[in-house]
Nanobody, 124 residues
């Protein structure tokens, strides 16, 4: 399976961006799709995961209320809508897929396939 992340860019603080993650090569029906980010010098941080079947969503506290994940089944694409962006949101954002259980969704090691990442830069 291949994951293509896109939508990153430069935005001012308080602005919004929508990231996309499009999957090809495999049905996602047995997977969940997550978004992570990694800032320079920091560990990869889990943000949110959505179950492909059923659409259940799971958010990290750090982004709850500002970020929203959704999916378009026909397009095999997951979106991450990011609002009220802050300079500390600057990072490379990655999407990935997993079959793991809910309690382990925050763990990057539980994800089987990763996209290439898209850079988000938030200026102050």
């Amino acid at each position: 399976v291949q994951l293509q992340a896109s939508g990153g860019g430069l935005v001012q603080a308080g602005g919004s961006l929508r990231l996309s993650c499009t999957a090809s090569g495999r049905s996602l029906s047995n997977y969940a799709v997550g978004w992570f980010r990694q800032a320079p010098g920091k560990e990869r941080e889990w943000l949110v995961t959505i179950r492909w079947s059923g659409g259940g969503t799971y958010y990290a506290d750090s982004v709850k209320g500002r970020f929203t994940i959704s999916r378009n089944i026909a397009a095999n694409t997951v979106y991450l809508q990011m609002n009220s962006l802050k300079p500390e949101d600057t990072a490379v954002y990655y999407c990935a897929i997993t079959r793991t259980i809910v309690s382990n969704m925050h763990n990057p090691l539980a994800y089987d396939y990763w996209g290439q990442g898209t850079l988000v830069t938030v200026s102050s």
